[in-house]
T-cell receptor, first 113, second 110 residues
């Protein structure tokens, strides 16, 4: 029973490029959460999605960031025109929907050079 | 005021010691709380859920104090392997999104 799978584990992008981060939830989970952890800081909620719907994007920056969770395939967090300040660890978690603590994937570490 | 606050530490304790962390929250309506453990450059891992009655798992005990709006984590007989950052989190009742504190760093020394 695979856990939450994120890829790539490490991603290097030059300023101005696009970054695409993927998250495959645990089997049977239809709720996906994305968090960002800046160096030396805590985890910050970004967005909560269910299949084909964005439920809560209150933590997403207003520009350049978008997320989707299509009917088929993984959830994608897209960052356009990356800047150095986007360098962080991005974690995804999935849940079956009950109010329990959920399991995180191993994260994608984005470095913008 | 931050929604969830923790003392960042570090807490430096000898092996075998008992150590306690507190975490305060501002939303009096919050129902669910959690402690996560995060090792350096790894993902957070769920350590314990914290409900009204509190709970215990081996050397770890979590308590909830609603009157003072804080949760606590007690670690007894500390091991070197307990060294990590401990994150507390409260769950939003409607969406189940977690609001994390910045974490408390624990260093257990031989």
């Amino acid at each position: 029973n695979a856990g939450v799978m994120q890829n790539p584990r490490h991603l290097v992008r030059r300023r101005g490029q696009e970054a695409r981060l993927r998250c495959s939830p645990m089997k049977g989970h239809s709720h996906v959460y994305w968090y960002r952890q800046l160096p030396e800081e805590g985890l910050k909620f970004m967005v909560y999605l269910q299949k084909e719907n964005i439920i809560d994007e209150s933590g997403m920056p207003k520009e350049r960031f978008s997320a989707e969770f299509p009917k088929e395939g993984p959830s994608i967090l897209r960052i356009q025109q990356v800047v150095r300040g986007d360098s962080a660890a991005y974690f995804c978690a999935s849940s079956p929907g009950q109010p329990n603590g959920y399991t995180f994937g191993s994260g994608t570490r984005l470095t913008v050079v | 005021r931050k929604e969830v606050e923790q003392d960042p530490g570090p807490f430096n304790v000898p092996e075998g010691a008992t150590v306690a962390f507190n975490c305060t929250y501002s939303n009096s309506a919050s129902q669910s709380f959690f402690w996560y453990r995060q090792d350096c450059r790894k993902e957070p891992k769920l350590l314990m859920s914290v409900y009204s009655s509190g709970n215990e798992d081996g050397r770890f005990t979590a308590q909830l104090n609603r009157a003072s709006q804080y949760i606590s984590l007690l670690i007894r007989d500390s091991k070197l392997s307990d060294s990590a950052t401990y994150l507390c989190a409260e769950a939003d009742g409607a969406t189940n999104k977690l609001i994390f504190g910045t974490g408390t760093l624990l260093a257990v020394q031989p």
